[in-house]
């Protein structure tokens, strides 16, 4: 436990403590009035009336269109469920600079849509809003679909022996077990589209600023530090509160239900109202998933002169322009070779925390188990920028250091870790350790024989979503990041800054590798996968 | 082999085992027996090591465990649900303790085979645990507890979960290995007819304190008190005053066996020793039910409590009959104080 608390309290308390102290300190004195002035500030006030009415606006479309999808998954029995069940999860596994990018080149100028039609929904909310499904589809879909497959049927069944009719027993029995899973998936979108950044910026171009983005813009553009820490303070509190009620409705969720195989409840569709929905979830994939992720790698393929590798190329070859002191490709190496080191020092400090967890209970536990999540909530540009005025000093000056970035992508790591694992080592039974005891093993031993094993399939889960997510990390690394070693967002990003064909195409075609990285692994994951002991993800 | 010397344990303020001494000699099958809550369980996970002790002490083999870790004191415990590994086969199961103890494959694979033979599932060695039947569980949790020769045995409700039939032949069966191994055994239980079929010496548990310990056919004769008694099942207990080998009841006169002890008791009328007769007061027949070779007749008297009469079947009264009593004094016991 000690471990964990002393990383979190160096790598982001730290750090965002000191954000905020430059910001609200001025001369020595704490500058509170700057909170009344800086939120009566109207530019101030639309950005956060934007960033809640569009965070609300996307879960609720996230919720309509991927409950269907989640019913589909849990209740249907169908060829390649596996292989669709890890398309959808894609888009939740890349880095949101890519799908920022796959939405320009499906909505964008120049982009599939304006192409056709003349259709642009790039700087609308749309395309925001959009992208934001796409890219949450998937926690619906698994959160609650996976809880929705275990429900026993009969539940229903003994409701419409007992004379409720199919809709309403699906309301008074199926619906109540499923609404706190429901309600914490909602929140885990609602927080994920709260804080989005590269999304945002993308997409939003200069019309539309969230939270988020605008603490980017005061600290980096502006360099208005106040204002920064105000926003953050704000965001703190706000991701705070939304942690707070996810933590209990998780808490709920743990009610006794009666479990069933997952296999057991699924059947193939019957009748017409169920072909037409399975098709209906099968149409709502390809267009909202499958298809940007179409269009990025075609994009990725189209040059001036019809298909070729031109833009795969030019990643061989150093940028003229010297904005990269190395050639693109490199980026490829340095992202994986940053995800590894972060996801390793994710899963040590996650596993270790999820031991602490599962050892011990108490609200002071509780507490901290709800702060590992901070992280996917806090701005991740804050957690950057503070790296940097905080660990550049002795003795833990690391501004020079590789190190540094994957210590920030192993911040938004850890949750997931600790997710995953904290389920499966909560189910390991006590008893079976005590078993091992009595028949002769000392406790490493019991743990080496008992724990390991139960739980080995979890930890490489949890450290495939901790390699997905440190590589697609971009708000904190885009900060700390050296010029001559950027990661892959980091370049994707600077590619889409500028203008000409070359930079964009060269963009998509980065973009695509990534994709393929990402897809590869998660295709691993998902043989390994399942459900029963998955955790949240 | 297995002393217990004033062991307590407690759970905030509640004493789980209070003061609880008890002897186990080598050979010896010794059965706890008690409702849910009496401090079974918790006594076998102390002698286990799994439950640290608030005071007194456990000793094995003349040698006091305080600071033995759990897996060096050689005792083997088979679970209530058996907590058989999931992730290994049952021939992995078994030899769990022989790979703890560092022996040869060889030699495990010889000791699993012996043991498979011996409880009756031969060949099962490469068989997945998920899909044995709760009866196939029970042995391979029985044959992995005893593959490493622990010097004492200790079962938790062995046949909790299994089903009646099933668990009245296993119970004969376990006897006889037992008894052909000679191991020492110490198992805990809330069903008497498990305890009874089992054990060479019952302990009988209540509110984390020895209730009466003896031979199986010693507590059943004999009951010690009214806990004891209920707890087998019978339920004609009566306040009675004890003078000169009489007891007197609301039931009328009862005889006692020679040398009860005398004054206000609580008494014992076991529905054996239940006669009806032709005369003295009215008795009603409540309900009659058959129990295979005799009824168990509930007999209502003009007042006190209801008298239970095991008679044979030819002998039991319809429903609604009216009868005279008459009592057994061999079937009377007169019971101790039965303040734990």
């Known amino acids: ?537 | 082999m297995l002393s217990i010397e004033d062991a307590t344990v407690r759970f905030g303020e509640r004493a789980v085992l209070d003061a609880v001494r008890l002897d186990v000699a080598e050979h010896e099958i010794v059965c706890v027996l008690g409702p849910s809550g009496s401090g079974k369980s918790t006594m076998l996970r102390a002698v286990a090591g799994l439950q640290a002790l608030d005071g007194g002490r456990v000793l094995l083999g003349g040698a006091d465990q305080a600071g033995v870790p759990v897996h060096r004191r050689g005792v083997g415990l088979m679970f209530q649900d058996h907590q058989l590994f999931p992730q290994r086969d049952v021939g992995g199961n078994v030899a769990f303790g022989l790979r703890m103890r560092g022996a040869g494959k060889a030699e495990q694979a010889e000791r699993v085979r012996e043991l498979l033979d011996l409880v009756g599932l031969p060949g099962a060695e490469r068989r997945s645990v998920a899909a044995l039947s709760g009866g196939e569980q029970q042995r391979v949790a029985l044959a992995r507890a005893l593959a490493p020769r622990p010097r004492l045995l200790m079962l938790d409700e062995p046949l909790g979960q299994l089903d009646r039939g099933l668990r009245e032949r296993l119970v004969v069966e376990l006897r006889q290995l037992f008894g052909r191994l000679g191991t020492t055994v110490l198992a805990v239980t809330h069903d008497q007819g498990e305890a009874f079929a089992l054990a060479d010496r019952l302990v009988v548990m209540r509110d984390g304190r020895i209730a009466q310990s003896g031979t199986p056919v010693d507590v059943w004769r004999r009951p010690a008190s009214e806990f004891v008694a209920r707890f087998l099942g019978f339920d004609n207990v009566v306040a009675a005053r004890v003078t000169g080998g009489v007891a007197q009841t609301v039931w009328g006169k009862v005889p006692v066996p020679d040398g009860s002890p005398e004054g206000e008791r609580r008494l014992l009328v076991r529905p054996g020793g239940v006669r009806l007769v032709a005369e003295g007061p009215v008795w009603t027949v409540e309900s009659r039910t058959f129990r295979g070779s005799h009824a168990v007749v509930r007999l209502r008297p003009a007042e006190g409590p209801a008298l239970e009469a095991e008679l044979p079947l030819r002998e039991a009264p319809e429903e609604g009959a009216r009868v005279g009593v008459e009592f057994r004094a061999e079937d009377v016991v007169v019971l101790g104080d039965d303040t734990p």
């Open chain 1, 1 to 537: 436990m000690a471990v964990p608390v002393a990383f979190f309290a160096l790598f982001f308390a730290w750090p965002v403590a000191s954000i905020v102290e430059r910001g609200l300190r001025v001369d020595g004195v704490w500058q509170f009035g700057r909170f009344g002035e800086t939120l009566s500030r109207p530019e101030i006030l639309d950005v956060l009336w934007f960033t809640l009415w569009q965070a609300l606006a996307s879960t609720g479309l996230t919720l309509l269109i991927a409950l269907p999808g989640a019913y589909v998954f849990a209740r249907f029995d169908f060829r390649g469920k596996g292989l669709l069940r890890a398309v959808v999860t894609v888009p939740f596994v890349m880095p949101t600079v890519m799908v920022g990018t796959a939405f320009l080149a499906l909505v964008g100028r120049g982009g599939l849509l304006d192409e056709l039609w003349g259709v642009r929904l790039d700087t609308t909310v749309w395309a925001i809003l959009i992208a934001h499904v796409f890219f949450n589809y998937a926690v619906v879909v698994r959160t609650v679909g996976g809880l929705w497959a275990q429900l026993d049927p009969r539940q229903e069944e003994a409701a419409r022996v007992l004379g409720a009719s199919r809709w309403k027993a699906w309301r008074t029995v199926t619906l109540p077990a499923l609404a706190p899973s429901v309600a914490a998936a909602a929140l885990m979108v609602f927080l994920f589209t709260a804080s989005s950044f590269a999304v945002v910026q993308i997409l939003g171009g200069s019309t539309y600023s969230t939270l988020e983005t605008e603490i980017y813009r005061q600290t980096v553009v502006r360099f208005d530090l106040t204002t920064a820490a105000v926003l953050t303070m704000v965001q703190f509190v706000a991701v705070g509160v939304v942690l707070a009620v996810h933590a209990r409705t998780v808490r709920r969720r743990e009610t006794a239900l009666r479990m069933v195989a997952p296999e057991e409840a699924a059947r193939r569709p019957r009748g017409i109202g169920q072909w037409a929905l399975f098709a209906g979830v099968l149409l709502s994939v390809a267009l909202l998933i499958v298809l940007p992720l179409g269009v990025l790698v075609e994009r990725s393929f189209a040059t001036s002169h019809g298909y070729g590798l031109d833009y795969y190329r030019a990643l061989q070859t150093p940028d003229p322009s010297g904005t990269f002191l190395v050639p693109l490709l490199d980026t490829i190496g340095n992202s994986l070779r940053y995800a590894v080191v972060a996801t390793l020092i994710a899963l040590v400090i996650g596993g270790l925390a999820a031991a602490a967890l599962t050892r011990r209970a108490g609200r002071l536990v509780r507490g901290f188990d709800a702060l590992l999540m901070l992280p996917l909530g806090v701005s991740a540009v804050t957690v950057g920028f503070g790296f940097l005025i905080t660990l550049d000093e002795p003795p833990f000056d690391l501004r020079a250091s590789w190190i540094l970035v994957p210590l920030a992508q192993a911040l938004v790591g850890v949750p997931f870790v600790v997710r995953t694992m904290l389920p499966v080592l909560r189910a390991v039974d006590e008893r079976l350790r005590e078993a091992a005891a009595v028949l002769g093993a000392s406790p490493w031993r019991a743990w080496r024989e008992v724990d390991l094993p139960l739980v080995r399939r979890a930890l490489l889960i949890a450290a495939g979503f901790a390699f997905a997510v440190s590589l697609g990390e971009f708000g904190a690394t885009v900060f700390i990041a050296r010029p001559d070693s950027p990661t892959l967002p980091v370049a994707v990003a600077r590619l889409l800054g500028r203008p000409g064909e070359l930079n964009y195409g060269q963009a998509m075609a980065l973009s695509t590798i990534l994709m393929v990285v990402c897809a590869v692994s998660l295709l691993l994951l998902e043989r390994l996968r399942t459900d029963r002991t998955s955790g949240e993800f």
